[in-house]
């Protein structure tokens, strides 16, 4: 039962444009929100979180969208360079569990074409 | 600051037989985590220890799967016996405290095929 779902497996975008990544999830518990990106042979790196009492956080190229009711979240990047070609994953985690699980997505590849 | 460290990075065996990963994880940080990643799939946890106590093993296969972290710092995952299906990268990843909203920092992995 994926509960964090990426529904488009690759994006091309060119250099100087703007990304944008999709992410749905299905279980109301989530209340914090993650993106990490992947380059190939190393491991996940964190980029940007959001938690669910916001609609919107912003950290340089990268800002996070979360539209609560719609149990839906997006990561822009923009202006989109060649080195953010990655594998993006989304990431989600039901906090007043008190734990820190994570459920991740199952990744976008972004191909930023210079 | 030296990250999360993994051995080894390769592994081909056939199945039934057993296999052993490693992670040391950043220098402080209290808890560690296991993750599954099957191709095409995200990260799914299998385990994570605080200090050397498990949290949660909800997810762990443990008729074949076993993990450990007996001193509170690196940790080792086995499969014994392995299947065709526990072909996958398995991750490791710490944090501090291991509150919720801590950042997860991963190793780079363990590619595991299973013939």
């Known amino acids: 039962d994926q509960q964090v779902k990426q529904n488009s497996p690759s994006l091309s975008v060119q250099e100087g444009r703007i990304s944008i990544l999709n992410c749905d999830y299905t279980n109301s518990m989530f209340d914090y929100f993650l993106w990490y990106k992947k380059y190939p042979a190393e491991g996940p790196t964190f980029l940007i979180s959001i938690s669910s009492i916001k609609d919107k956080n912003e950290d340089g190229r990268f800002t996070v969208f979360l539209n609560k009711s719609a149990k839906h979240l997006s990561l822009h990047i923009v202006p989109s360079q060649p080195g953010d070609s990655a594998v993006y994953f989304c990431?989600?985690?039901?906090?007043?569990?008190?734990?820190?699980?994570?459920?991740f997505g199952t990744g976008t590849r972004l191909t930023v074409i210079p | 600051e030296a990250g999360v460290a993994q051995s080894p990075r390769y592994k081909i065996i056939e199945k039934r037989q057993s296999v052993a990963f490693w992670c040391n994880p950043i220098?402080?940080?209290?808890?560690l985590y296991w993750y599954q990643q099957i191709l095409g799939q995200g990260p799914k946890l299998l385990i994570q220890?605080?200090?050397?106590?498990?949290?949660?093993d909800s997810q762990l296969p443990k008729d074949r799967f076993s993990a450990e972290r007996l001193k509170g710092v690196d940790s080792t995952l086995k499969i014994q016996p392995a299947k065709l299906e526990d072909s996958a990268v398995y991750l490791c990843?710490?944090?501090?405290?291991?509150?919720?909203?801590?950042?997860?920092?991963f190793g780079p992995g363990t590619r595991l095929l299973v013939l």
């Open positions: 990843a710490s944090s501090f405290g291991g509150l919720a909203k801590e950042t997860q920092y």
């Open positions: 990431a989600a985690n039901p906090t007043q569990t008190g734990a820190n699980n994570l459920f």
């Open positions: 220890f605080q200090n050397n106590g498990v949290v949660d």
């Open positions: 220098s402080g940080h209290a808890t």
